[in-house]
């Protein structure tokens, strides 16, 4: 997982965060919607992670680029 995927994850946990902390509240008091909430907050950290958008695509393409400039010093020595 490169740099740019793991600010991807850590964004996403970011907008997730008050969903969580919703359904938990909602889970302890014993609301039936807090089901909802933590729902949808693992709906979206799931297709953050599992479905492929443009933007991947573009992270995809600029670590490749950054992999082939900056290579590791262990590789050239072989």
Known sequence: MGILSQL???VTLAFC???ITLGARY???GKP???LFLGLAAL???VERYVL??????VAAV???VG???RDPDEDAN
Do not use: C, K, Y
């Open 8 to 10: 991807s994850v850590v």
């Open 17 to 19: 965060a008050p969903l």
């Open 27 to 29: 889970a302890l008091a």
């Open 33 to 35: 919607l807090a089901l």
């Open 44 to 46: 979206v950290l799931g």
């Open 53 to 58: 958008t443009p933007d991947d695509v573009a």
């Open 63 to 65: 670590e490749r680029a």
């Open 68 to 70: 082939a400039v900056a």
